[in-house]
């Protein structure tokens, strides 16, 4: 299978070579536009640890590219990327019990919505198979709900833990169906699953996100 480079776009903020001056090749499908490239030499320079610019780009979705043409051919008629109908930032931050949840971006499709967050906290303790997510519940002012997500995932991010006290997980949240266009604010409750098993139980982290 080829790759259409006419396709290309950067793997970091997702724009094609129209909309930026310079683009670079890397392996197979990546790409970095010249404005990603000075956004990332800027952070390397930085000393800060957590920076505002490092934390506003591990936070960015990741961007889908095209498929290879010969997968593209065996697909016809199914939808292989879908793009987001609208995107809402975010940026709100709360801390409690030695953690912080970052939300950073929400964005609207056609039959759901995901959320992108940063969860700052320290690090599991050993025995842990696997990192549980956030517990999410939502609602808008119109009375709709959704309680957990469904297909959201979390990922650890090492490399963005310069205290070796706490690590940093980057998460999204899926939920479906997206919010009626009546709707005009949801309220966001996101809890520790693990606080539950605290004496007292831990608090929720609370916000709320104009549509």
């Known amino acids: ?36 490239l000075q956004l990332c030499n800027e ?6 640890p957590f920076s505002p610019k490092a934390l506003e780009l591990a936070s960015r979705p ?5 498929a290879p043409q010969g997968l593209n051919q065996e697909l016809t008629g199914e939808v292989i990327a879908q793009e987001p109908l609208r995107n809402i930032t975010i940026e709100l931050e709360q801390k409690q019990h030695g953690m912080t949840v970052m939300l950073h971006q929400l964005q609207l499709y056609q039959k759901h919505f995901e959320l ?20 999410f519940l939502v609602r808008d002012n119109i009375g709709n709900h959704w309680a957990g997500d469904r297909g959201g995932m979390l990922l650890a991010r090492p490399e963005l833990a310069s205290d070796p006290s706490l690590a940093v997980y980057q998460g999204n949240a899926r939920f479906s169906p997206p919010p ?19 004496d007292p139980p831990l608090h929720t982290w609370n916000f709320e996100v104009t549509l």
Request: with cysteine; charged share 20%; aromatic share 10%.
């Open 43 to 48: 952070i390397i320079e930085d000393p800060t």
């Open 180 to 198: 009626s266009p009546d709707a005009h604010m949801i309220t966001i409750r996101a809890a520790d699953p693990l606080g539950m098993f605290e």
């Open 116 to 135: 992108d967050y940063l969860w700052i906290r320290p690090p599991f303790r050993a025995g842990f198979a696997f990192v549980p997510r956030i517990i």
């Open 1 to 36: 299978m080829s790759f259409d480079r006419s396709l290309a776009r950067c793997s970091f903020c997702g724009k094609r070579p129209p909309e930026v001056g310079r683009m670079i090749a890397g392996p197979g499908a990546a790409y970095i536009c010249d404005n990603c």
């Open 62 to 66: 990741p961007v889908v590219i095209a």
